[in-house]
């Protein structure tokens, strides 16, 4: 086995928590990450450091702080305004190999899937890609990632016990981001920056920011399955009507009857709402293990051995034809009256 480029015995006794952001603002998934890192760190007595690239993202250091950071790594330049990774992963190398944290984790986001595969390569260590959890395998300290896969119903404990750092990404939605705390103060630590227009193969032509929705944090999530048959639009009506997103399970996305940024699940993304209502929707443990952290769920499906009802706190079972334009109609009029009660 080839051996990662710094050793256990070298390590030191921090994890570093990569801190995407763009326009001035971090990534929820760095924030979330930062708070899970504290908790890790804090079990473990190490330190939390956070690894900040960018363009005039001084301030934004500062803030990592309030977000449970002790300290921040900081590479500030022009020519790291956008995430290339011609820039970007030969510094993030140089800071972690002076820095040899225990722990790197980065969100599992384009560009830190990106960043994350071409820093494991170099610093020859294992990658952890798309955990849904971390925690710690005590008392030895060693990171246990989480991760659905084999395309499967497994989930896998995985440790790396030889190789540094433990480098692992997380999908975003999955941990909370801790309070602020203003008071909060740390370290910046500048990192030596050697670089130059022709160092940057990429060119960027255009920018173009997606309007995408970001389904892991909404209160109310409205999913509909294959049995929907493709009626999105009664789930859109409904979803308007309780403040919510619409979200779906693989087939009707691999159908093109809703964009594939509303998928949820292992290969989608991972929600945590406050009401999950599931329309004609088995429950597949594919979908599943993206509403598991759903407060309440609410499932109809006309199959009554539907596995989807085990994992639901409310049982419909009957048509959706039939059901969700009563429901609607049942909204409506108690919205209305609600209205007339105000008034
Ligand atoms: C590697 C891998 C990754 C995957 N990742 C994901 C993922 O991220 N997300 C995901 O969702 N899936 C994923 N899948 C697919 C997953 O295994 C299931 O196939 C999928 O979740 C099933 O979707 P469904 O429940 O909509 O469809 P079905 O399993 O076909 O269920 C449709 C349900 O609708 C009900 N129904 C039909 N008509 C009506 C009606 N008129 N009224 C009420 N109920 C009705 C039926 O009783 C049935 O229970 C993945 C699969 C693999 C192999």
């Known amino acids: 086995m080839v051996a990662s480029k710094y050793s256990i015995d070298e390590e030191n006794k921090s994890i570093w928590v990569y801190l995407e952001h ?33 363009r005039e993202v001084f301030e934004l250091a500062k803030s990592a702080f309030t977000y449970g950071a002790d ?21 993030a190398y140089q800071a972690l190999i002076q ?12 560009n830190g899937r ?69 008071r909060r103060q740390g370290r910046i630590v500048h990192i030596p920056i050697d670089l130059s227009p022709g160092f940057i193969q990429t060119r960027i032509i255009e920018r173009v920011i997606g309007k995408g929705v970001d389904l892991t944090h909404n209160p109310v999530i409205v999913a509909g399955g294959r049995g929907m048959e493709g009626n999105f639009q009664i789930l859109q009506e409904l979803a308007g009507l309780l403040g919510g997103e619409i979200g779906a399970t693989r087939p009707p996305v691999d159908d093109g009857f809703i964009d594939r940024e509303r ?17 004609g929707i088995s429950g597949a443990f594919h979908f599943l293990v993206g509403i598991e952290k759903a407060t309440t769920v609410i499932a109809i499906n006309s199959d009554p051995e539907a596995p989807i ?35």
């Open 71 to 91: 300290e921040v790594w900081l590479a500030d330049h022009p020519l790291l305004e956008y995430f290339t990774i011609d820039a970007y992963a030969p510094l």
């Open 114 to 182: 990106d960043l994350a595969g071409s820093l494991a390569v170099r610093l020859r260590t294992g990658l952890n890609a798309d955990c849904t959890g971390l925690k710690l395998s005590m008392p030895d300290g060693v990171l246990v990632s989480e991760v659905s896969g084999f395309g499967g119903g497994i989930l896998a404990l995985i440790e790396m016990r030889t190789h540094r750092p433990q480098m692992a990404t997380v999908r975003p939605g999955v941990f909370a981001p801790l309070e602020p705390d203003y």
């Open 22 to 54: 763009e326009a001035g603002i971090f990534e929820n998934v760095s924030l979330e990450l930062l708070g899970k890192g504290r908790e890790l760190a804090n079990q473990l007595g190490w330190s939390l450091t956070g690894l900040l690239l960018g």
């Open 99 to 110: 820095g040899k944290p225990g722990v790197f984790l980065l969100g599992a986001t384009p």
């Open 263 to 279: 998928q949820i699940g292992q290969t989608g993304v991972v929600c945590s709402p406050k009401l999950a209502l599931c329309c």
């Open 309 to 343: 009802f085990e994992a639901s706190d409310y049982c419909v079972i009957g048509d959706i034809s039939q059901i969700l334009p009563h429901l609607i109609e049942t909204i409506r009029e108690t919205q209305k009256d609600s209205q007339a009660l105000k008034i």
